[in-house]
């Protein structure tokens, strides 16, 4: 009886599930290829809890495509509740089985093959519904975007991410360059509170009413790096937010949006939207550390 990873290996069968959800694949069978892999990914994680199977590197990929495969099981239109129950089947799995048992470890190994490819990967696309989030594990000396997505408030590009000097040393940005507007007094960040929503919220525009939604606000700005800039803008303003910021965004489901608002003094507001996406997938791929 298979354990865990089927004979394929781990990385080629994420690109191949996540791929049917996208092609010509019926969706029965898109669904449970993701869900498969989801499964796979949980209960080899916990098997390492348990066991100590993997080095820190591998462990951060593991997670990273564990991640990636509920948003894309979550997008092909599995039920939340039965990757609960799915990620509750793997861990108990994993309890029952012995840490010297035979066909764990011959899937201990075929996962350290498989992820071979993920611990020396540098930059790593996690593509949504509508956008995508870019990963970025490299070093430099000027602060550059480590996970990022873009997007636009009118003619206006805004791009919103992870930024800094590596993988590690991250802060919650926005970056916007505004056309044509005086400078905005303030910015924050918009998204479901997931303590007085509890649901996932995908309808009216994926955004909850007022009193349903959290706000974090940036603590300060300062001119952005030209290393932050979208191509061809000249000049732009770094919104810098809180660190919980981030761990929130995490916690939303892949399906939904977050807006970032621009305040003016004339009580105008600027808003771009965001898909959540694969956010919490991209920041496990980035604990991987430099390269």
């Known amino acids: 009886m298979r354990i865990g990873l089927s004979p394929r290996t781990a990385s080629g069968m994420l690109a191949a599930a996540v791929a049917a959800v996208t092609l ?4 029965g069978a898109a669904r449970a290829a993701v869900t498969d ?43 939340a509740a039965d990757l609960t129950a799915a990620a509750a089947r793997a861990r108990t799995k994993a309890a029952r089985t012995a840490c010297d048992d035979g066909d764990l470890n011959r899937v201990k190994a075929r996962v350290q093959a498989g992820f071979a490819g993920w611990m020396r990967a540098a930059r790593m696309n996690f593509p949504g519904d509508r956008s995508a989030w870019r990963g970025d594990r490299y070093e430099s000396q000027a602060a550059g975007w480590r996970l990022v997505q873009d997007s636009a408030t009118g003619s206006s590009p ?15 940005t926005a970056v916007v360059s505004f056309v044509g507007r005086p400078r905005p007094y303030a910015a924050r960040i918009v998204m479901r509170d997931r303590d007085k929503t509890p649901r996932v919220w995908l309808t009216g525009g994926g955004m909850p009413p007022e009193t349903g939604r959290r706000v974090f606000f940036a603590g300060w700005s300062h001119a952005a790096a030209p290393s932050l800039l979208t191509e061809g803008a ?4 770094a919104w810098i937010f809180p660190a919980g910021a981030a761990e929130a965004l995490g916690q939303l489901d892949p399906r939904e949006t977050f807006v970032i608002e621009f305040l003016f003094r004339d009580d105008s507001i600027a808003e771009a939207r965001f898909e959540a996406g694969d956010f919490a ?11």
């Open 158 to 172: 805004v791009r919103f991410g992870l930024a800094g000097t590596g993988p590690k040393t991250t802060v919650p």
């Open 24 to 27: 010509a694949v019926p969706v």
């Open 37 to 79: 892999a989801f499964y796979d990914r949980t209960f080899m994680l916990a098997a390492h809890r348990k066991c100590d199977l993997f080095e820190p590197a591998l462990i951060a990929a593991l997670d990273a495509a564990a991640l990636q495969a509920r948003g894309a099981a979550l997008r092909a239109g599995a039920p």
């Open 234 to 237: 000249r000049q732009g303003e």
């Open 281 to 291: 997938a991209g920041r496990a791929f980035l604990t991987m550390g430099a390269i």
